[in-house]
């Protein structure tokens, strides 16, 4: 079984910027994809970003251009810099990833942008 750690929510800002990160643990072979989704109260999970294991990238049109998902496949980890953030950010972020055909998901870490 894979486990999905997320890190680096918080309390920010408009206009502010943060990192999340994403560590993977378990029997791990290779993901074919790895993303970040987020979950704001009383909404639908919804896809922020995701990347697939040769690097290609794809973004919600809310945060394009200003969110970037990069991967570091030596330390199991998945990355989302989060820049000019915004109140309509607000949301619990969770990492997911595709590994053999089955999907993973983190426990989701909280980031909450204050006007």
């Known amino acids: 079984q894979v486990q999905l750690v997320e890190s680096g929510g918080g309390l920010v800002q408009a206009g502010g910027s943060l990192r999340l990160s994403c560590t993977a643990s378990?029997?791990?072979?290779?993901?074919?994809?790895m993303a970040w989704y987020r979950q704001a109260p009383g909404k639908q999970r919804e896809l922020v970003a995701r990347?697939?294991?040769?690097?290609?990238?794809n973004y919600a049109d809310s945060v394009k251009g200003r969110f970037t998902i990069s991967r570091d496949n030596a330390k199991n980890t998945l990355y989302l810099q989060m820049n000019s953030l915004k109140p309509e950010d607000t949301a619990v972020y969770y990492c997911?990833?595709?590994?053999?055909?089955?999907?993973?998901w983190g426990q989701g870490t909280q980031v909450t942008v204050s006007s």
């Open positions: 378990g029997t791990i072979f290779s993901f074919d994809a």
């Open positions: 997911n990833s595709l590994l053999l055909g089955q999907y993973y």
């Open positions: 990347i697939i294991s040769g690097g290609s990238t």
